[in-house]
């Protein structure tokens, strides 16, 4: 198969050459697979890409890519673009440049996608791999929360390395992610891919390795940063697959029930009823509206049809006497403690005491898997 390596590369010029040899000779354990190596290096002032000029005199399939320097993630999708649109990838395995990937590990990356894989992940926190003794406390620590974080945070417990950098996948997956890649770098640009990967279907395969702390040059993590951009994602991918999913649009049409329940309520007070009254009275026109928006859009893949539908709508409503009464009890107990004058505050209480139940109860009850 035609398989592309990429090497993204700022400042390597004491490690360059050294992997390029240890990638060859690690190659020569793998069968059926055409080796590319694509180095992408963003401008690097210490010349590095001269020497892998040089390298490429004696191995025409080296490849050399010079950019301006944009950071990590930049540098993958520029390389991953390049091997897609000109060389074809039909595997695509990408390293870290600074010797802290060992390439003898490169044969079970392609044994893992050669016996079914989509994408296979370099780990250091499973049985077999390892970090770096030496590095001091702060950065293990930085490095085992921010995966924790991921892992919990996106609630994939089963990958547990997600911010390294060696990884071999397939082109349908490279294919499919580079478009919505552009926004993310470093680290986060590692999460957000394999993230999206396996949101697509991808079946994965760790690969124990033994990480090697880098021996010349310097570390480009910036650990602060790191943690703030690791949680950032996590938030933001966990924000957008609730309001996107039934949790966000039941919050949709409870937002529509609760301008109908309100407006009822405001109606029945000014003609001189009981805000409790007029609390229950607007609930229960808020259910109806509920139930036909909940039925037909929240829950469509469990929608209810015909007879059953009505047999469903008449379940709701007994069900959904539990959040009438939580909110014309709260108002009436409220208006009796502290005076009607403040019956809106109360009123507001009471409805969102009545949005968890209602939740609750429609996605465990009405509308159960």
């Not at 293990?140 to 995966?147: A, E, T």
């Not at 790191?226 to 991918?237: N, P, T």
């Amino acid at each position: 198969m035609n398989t592309v390596l990429i090497l993204p590369t700022y400042n390597e010029r004491d490690n360059i050459k050294t992997l390029l040899d240890g990638i060859f000779d690690a190659w020569q354990k793998i069968s059926g697979h055409k080796l590319t190596i694509l180095v992408v290096d963003d401008k690097s002032p210490d010349g590095t890409w001269k020497l892998v000029n040089q390298y490429r005199k004696k191995h025409s399939n080296v490849i050399l890519l010079t950019k301006e320097k944009e950071g990590l993630g930049s540098a993958l999708l520029y390389g991953i673009a390049y091997a897609l649109d000109v060389l074809h990838a039909e595997i695509i395995v990408q390293m870290d440049a600074d010797l802290s990937h060992d390439p003898s590990s490169l044969p079970h990356f392609i044994a893992a996608l050669d016996k079914g894989a989509d994408f296979a992940v370099g780990s250091r926190y499973i049985s077999g791999g390892s970090i770096p003794d030496n590095w001091g406390v702060h950065r293990k620590l930085f490095s085992i929360v921010g995966n924790a974080i991921v892992r919990f945070g996106l609630g994939y417990t089963n990958v547990h390395d997600w911010t390294g950098g060696y990884r071999a996948y397939k082109q349908s997956f490279a294919s499919d992610s580079r478009n919505n890649l552009s926004k993310y770098q470093g680290y986060v640009f590692q999460i957000a891919y394999l993230h999206k990967s396996i949101k697509r279907g991808a079946k994965i395969t760790e690969v124990p390795i033994h990480f090697t702390d880098r021996k010349f040059g310097h570390s480009k993590i910036a650990p602060s940063q790191y943690i703030r951009d690791v949680l950032g994602y996590v938030i933001d991918e966990r924000l957008r697959e609730t309001l996107s999913g039934s949790f966000g649009k039941f919050l949709v049409v409870g937002s529509v029930g609760f301008i109908i329940n309100t407006t009822i309520l405001e109606m029945m007070v000014r003609l001189g009823f009981h805000p409790a009254l007029g609390s229950g009275v607007g609930a229960e026109f808020a259910i109806i509206s509920n139930f036909i928006f909940n039925n037909t859009w929240t829950f469509e893949s469990r929608r209810a049809h015909g007879l059953r539908a009505i047999g469903k709508f008449f379940q709701f409503n007994m069900t959904s006497v539990g959040a009438i009464l939580i909110q014309a009890g709260t108002v009436w107990i409220g208006t009796t403690l502290f005076g009607v004058s403040l019956y809106r505050w109360f009123y507001i209480v009471g409805v969102g005491i009545g949005l968890v139940w209602n939740y609750t109860m429609y996605s465990k009850v009405i509308w159960k898997k």
